[in-house]
């Protein structure tokens, strides 16, 4: 997976990645760049990035 690391600097993606995706696809969609948003939706699945996103901010860019 191709995220940069100062995104998640509090954190290890590697153990995170699995375990909470609310938190993860939060920060990407926050401060990531286009590909990451892209990657992350890859990895986890559209479906399941549109329902994060929408739990979690009206704010934050839903595009990707």
Same mark, same amino acid.
């Given at each position: 997976?191709?995220? =940069? ?7 290890? $993606?590697?153990?995170?990645? %699995?375990?909470?995706?609310?938190? @993860? ?5 926050? =401060? ?7 990657? $992350?939706?890859?990895?986890? %699945?559209?479906?399941?990035?549109? @329902? ?13």
């Amino acid at each position: 997976m191709q995220i =940069r690391k100062i995104i998640l600097l509090d954190t290890d $993606i590697n153990k995170w990645i %699995g375990i909470n995706k609310k938190t @993860v696809v939060k920060r990407i969609f926050e =401060r990531g760049n286009q590909d990451e948003k892209k990657e $992350i939706s890859c990895f986890y %699945g559209n479906k399941i990035v549109d @329902v994060i996103l929408k739990s979690v901010s009206k704010y934050i860019v839903m595009e990707y």
